[in-house]
């Protein structure tokens, strides 16, 4: 089986393998034990280091201020997270974008007021680019349309289903997870 085959066409959110089979590599994600596609492209089997990656297909385009973008966050602190970014205006993109998302904009105008958790590690958000000052991508999530658009649950892992505005509930252990959800939150497949 050394032949190199000629590997499908998948689209964001199809499924690409199973987690016991393979890891997520570039492009991919886990949902729940199955390894999902985060862009359009080919499927790539690393059958070494049993990794599987999407190879996009779309050039990379660049990324200009009121653009909006979809991806994960990847790291957290007080009033900031890094998201690595897979989607620009909807459309897949797999230049190395890392945006970083300022969650000081939802203190809701008064102390005291913030939110405790807008986003989560591993939430895949959608933002607004609301600055480059600095070659840094600003990303933004005040508006209705914009926020976490899919999370899993902190407690059993399973995807979180729309709550209220403000929060997210797992229907498999009844955790209450709070969040700045997008007006779409909970859509399946995921809208990028
Ligand atoms: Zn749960």
Request: with cysteine.
């Amino acid at each position: 089986m050394k032949d190199p085959k000629k590997e499908p066409v998948v689209l964001p959110g199809d499924k690409l393998a199973v987690s016991e089979e393979f890891l997520p590599g570039v492009h991919t994600y886990d949902d729940s034990g199955l390894i999902r596609a985060l862009t359009a492209g080919s499927v790539v089997k690393d059958t070494t280091n049993m990794e599987i990656s999407v190879k996009p297909r779309v050039e990379p385009e660049q990324i200009k201020i009121d653009d909006w973008v979809t991806g994960q966050v990847e790291t957290t602190q007080a009033n900031s997270a890094n998201v690595h970014i897979y989607f620009l205006n909807g459309k897949p993109t797999y230049k190395d974008f890392s945006g970083m998302l300022s969650l000081r904009g939802l203190s809701g105008g008064g102390r005291g007021m913030r939110r405790t958790t807008p986003v989560k590690l591993g939430d895949i958000v959608r933002c607004r680019v609301f600055s480059l000052l600095n070659g840094i991508i600003h990303l933004s999530i005040d508006e209705p349309d914009m926020g976490v658009v899919a999370a899993s649950c902190g407690n059993c892992g399973k995807p979180l289903l729309r709550g209220s505005s403000t929060k997210a509930k797992c229907d498999e252990c009844g955790n209450v997870e709070e969040r700045k959800l997008a007006r779409d939150f909970g859509a399946s497949p995921i809208n990028p």
